[in-house]
């Protein structure tokens, strides 16, 4: 079996005038369609997108700028947060000085009626029940007190 | 009767021509200044070249002319930035043009190829017999061609018809030189099996 000459693929050909009317064409394009002029139109947009790039950065910079002086104006308003201890609980022993000021008195003697209102006057604010140790016990209200010698 | 293009048929461009068959640097800068002349030259140099790798990359027809037009337009285009250097080759620069322009062609849209036989050709003196013959075989061959998967094609016909190396295809395609190689073998391989049939009718 022979081989086949690749050769034997003939192309098409121009015709007579390709020459001429290419070389026209050429000739009538606009002098801003060859290289030299596209290069400025390039430089043209090169330069059009750097100040787009920078504008918009300016403009994200300044943003970010501005949400960070508002944060720290709430930081302002709100002031520093300090995390205070729970207040203590408040004792239920009633100063001594208070206590000594009640004399006590024999229990059988001293009629709970007679000394409530002079007691309730003293301990009005303290928890509703109030153990004087180590001689008094009252009630909130002062009507009823127990004192143990 | 073979009629492959020679190089001289290729780039009818002396005396101003190169050894390899290429305008010399004063031709192109010529061209560059935008001189009437000069770019007659320029396109009568290689519309041969441009009119074969379009046309046996696209088929023959009308459009082929579109093309080539396009080709030398885009290359007076871009002539301005063209430095003509001892390793740059005119034809391998317009080999790349011609290249993108054809894959683009074919993405664009569908071409209405017709036979050779009505295709526009040079005046050639061979007898009606031979002609018919040469049209017939030229037929099978874009035939056999159109079955190739068109990176094998194109990388075929640069090599065959253009004498461009595995080096100058890799850079004109942006394709590694060993891919080159490999398609150009399975290309040729292809082409014998299906052609064997057609060229034992029609020898």
Known sequence: ?149 | MGIALTAAEQFICEPQATPAGELDAAAIEACQRGEPLALRRFVVCYQNLVFAFVSRMLGAGPHVEDVAQEVFLRAYRALPRFEMRADVRVSTWLLRIAVRLVQDTRKRRRLRTVPLADAPAIHDPHTPESERRRHEIARAFERAAAELPEEQRLVFILAQFHGQSMDQISEIIGIPANTAKTRLFRARTRLRELLSEAWEEYR
């Open chain 1, 1 to 149: 079996m022979s081989e086949p000459s690749f050769d034997q693929w003939t192309p098409q050909r121009p015709s007579g005038d390709f020459a001429d009317l290419t070389v026209r064409a050429m000739l009538d394009m606009p002098v801003s369609a060859r290289a030299g002029r596209k290069r400025r139109s390039w430089f043209g947009i090169i330069t059009l997108a750097a100040f787009l790039i920078g504008t918009s950065t300016w403009a994200m910079w300044g943003q970010r700028d501005a949400q960070a002086a508002k944060a720290v104006g709430m930081d302002q308003l709100i002031g520093p947060i300090v995390v205070e201890p729970p207040p203590a609980p408040k004792k239920a022993a009633v100063p001594a000085p208070e206590l000594d000021e009640i004399e006590p008195e024999p229990a059988i003697k001293v009629a709970p009626h007679r000394t409530a209102p002079k007691v309730a006057a003293e301990v009005q604010d303290e928890l509703p029940q109030i153990v004087m140790q180590p001689r008094c016990v009252c009630e909130h209200d002062g009507s009823i007190c127990s004192c143990v010698e």
